[in-house]
């Protein structure tokens, strides 16, 4: 198999995982709360990364970690998978799937805001058309179309939705400028993030037994959609001999999502929601062509 096909296999394989978790998301809401989810998930995925960095062979890195590497553990523990998590399982909680899968889509629009008062970075023509496409997409899915009484259906859950782009931005806006390996400073970010939830489960609802369907849930989240779709990604963007060859079948997504969500969760798709998602891929392609020409 030659080394782009290998690409872009990983690739599709890192879409296809990204592509259930809306579903999985809600499915296990139905069974646990944000706060018990975003636990169990959290643990399983520092499991399931400290077994690649052992079949990787990097067990011996750990020994060489410094005390400034565990503040930033701490650190970026907090934000993510804690913060960011617990906030965006709150809106899947919350929004149909749909809606909240889709305005979390605009994640890479709010980078580009907050790249420039945070990186001193400038907003170039396109770009703010790309944003204002996105945005766009967010009002029509939030008032399920209704643009001319700009009623939000839900706007708490909107808001919560935009509130976990803004984390997930800021997350990686920081991760600039981490010099830790990418997995191992994954596995130690949900690794010191663990206690965090755990803490915060105990504080405000207490450990009960949990119903084996949410941990099926939790375990598979945990997996496929914070641990193993991180290094799948990895591995395609270092196979691969361009990286948007790869970065474009994230587009991908947010439509087989609908799918899953269509026959998983039941969920009846709008035609808002689709139209809201053709304008928020619209503003995401403006702004990687833009990106592209300032190169």
Not at 167 to 190: E, Q, S, T
């Amino acid at each position: 198999m030659k080394q782009q096909t290998q690409a872009y296999a990983y690739g599709l394989a890192t879409v296809l995982c990204w592509s259930t978790i809306a579903s999985a998301s809600k499915l296990s809401l139905r069974y646990m709360t944000p706060a018990q989810l975003v636990f169990y998930a959290s643990a399983v995925s520092a499991v399931v990364l400290f077994l690649v960095i052992l079949v990787q062979k990097k067990g011996g890195r750990l020994l060489e970690l410094t005390a400034r590497d565990g503040l930033l553990s701490i650190g970026f523990g907090f934000l993510n998978p804690f913060a960011y998590y617990l906030i965006l399982f709150k809106a899947y909680e919350i929004l149909p799937a749909q809606q909240a899968q889709v305005i979390n889509y605009t994640w890479a629009v709010t980078l580009s805001i907050l790249s420039v008062p945070l990186l001193g970075q400038k907003v170039a023509g396109r770009q703010w058309l790309a944003i204002g496409l996105s945005y766009s997409g967010v009002i029509v899915i939030a008032t399920r179309g209704n643009l001319l009484s700009l009623q939000f259906e839900n706007p708490v859950g909107v808001a919560l939705a935009l509130v976990s782009t803004v984390l997930w931005a800021l997350y990686w806006i920081l991760n600039i400028r981490d010099k830790r390996d990418p997995v191992i400073g994954l596995f130690l970010n949900f690794l010191c993030a663990t206690p965090m939830c755990a803490l915060y489960l105990a504080v405000t609802h207490g450990f009960t037994p949990e119903n084996l369907l949410g941990l099926a849930g939790a375990a598979y989240i945990g997996i496929f959609e914070m641990g193993l779709a991180f290094v799948l990604w990895l591995t395609a963007m270092k196979l691969t001999t361009s990286a948007a060859k790869i970065a474009n079948l994230i587009f991908i997504a947010p439509f087989v999502s609908l799918i899953f969500i269509y026959f998983l969760v039941g969920e009846e798709i709008y035609l808002s929601t689709i139209a809201g998602l053709f304008l928020v891929i619209g503003g995401l392609i403006v702004q990687s062509l833009s990106k592209k020409n300032a190169l």
